[in-house]
């Protein structure tokens, strides 16, 4: 079957129709899914009931899998992390954030499945990078080519909330080793379609190195807002089985944590992605 792409928003997003990707694709199919990434940067398909190695093979088109430092993983599928808010605190997804930004290598994107769901709440909320650094003002783009910042992983991972137990500590000081704060440009270039992007996120992001502690603070907290305004967003209301896959080298996005004390089971594939560059 052929695909069909329906664009949803101007910004971003689009819905994907006549693939199961539950079974192999053909090379033509993750051709066509790639392109539709390029161009929509976050795609959506409904009623795709996969398990966690149909996920994992399916996010393997794209690249080589993440294994996350903290969340909890399938055990079967390790490449699969398993955000439940039965047995995790999972609040560090309710703020605008691009995936494990705090990697050298930070995701090329992630392919998220939807397994348990509250009866209301609990969307998600994407925003493109891209659509928010056209959308800036001349000076302020001049401004901020070639700048730097710095992105550490304690920011959304702190101790107080992942090391309360010997186990949680243990494995919370063994990702900050292995993750010490690093840098990325402020202005990404998309590695294969060339267009540029904001590549700062309230998640990950501390500083901007170049400038001092007061600029950096002003200018971060101008970026944040800009970068998350209505018209670069879009918002996905799930249902059970839908998969979403995002380029998270453009976008941010924001897990909606309104759905207290119902529940919320998802599957997420990550797969890694390359060094970020300007240009």
């Not at 689009?14 to 694709?25: C, H, N, R, T």
């Not at 807002?225 to 924001?254: G, K, S």
Request: proline letters at 8%; glycine letters at 4%.
């Amino acid at each position: 079957m052929s695909l069909t792409i329906t664009p949803l928003s101007s910004a971003l997003g689009a819905q994907i129709s006549g693939v199961d990707i539950s079974q192999p694709l053909a090379s033509e199919q993750r051709d066509a899914i790639e392109q539709a990434l390029l161009q929509h940067q976050v795609l959506f398909f409904r009623d795709q009931p996969i398990d966690p190695q149909q996920q994992a093979r399916f996010a393997a088109n794209f690249g080589d899998l993440h294994i996350h430092p903290i969340y909890p993983n399938v055990p079967e599928q390790p490449e699969v992390l398993i955000l439940d808010t039965a047995e995790t605190d999972v609040r560090d997804n309710a703020i605008w954030h691009t995936d494990v930004t705090f990697l050298p290598t930070p995701a090329l994107g992630a392919v998220l499945s939807a397994k348990l769901l509250p009866v209301y709440g609990g969307d998600t909320l994407w925003a493109s990078g891209i659509a928010a650094y056209e959308a800036l003002s001349e000076p302020l783009k001049n401004l901020l080519q070639g700048l730097t910042a710095t992105h550490e992983f304690i920011k959304s991972f702190p101790l107080e909330r992942f090391g309360n137990t010997p186990e949680g500590l243990a494995r919370w000081e063994q990702a900050k080793r292995k993750n010490p704060p690093l840098s990325h440009p402020v202005i990404r270039t998309h590695p294969v379609s060339g267009r540029q992007s904001l590549f700062v996120n309230e998640g990950f992001t501390t500083r901007i190195n170049e400038l001092s502690d007061s600029e950096s603070e002003v200018i971060l907290k101008l970026l944040f807002a800009h970068a998350t305004r209505p018209e670069f967003t879009i918002r996905w209301r799930w249902q059970t089985h839908d998969v979403a896959f995002w380029d998270n080298r453009v976008t941010q996005h924001y897990a909606v944590d309104d759905y207290r004390p119902q529940r919320r089971v998802m599957h997420r594939a990550t797969i890694l992605g390359d060094v970020p560059f300007f240009r």
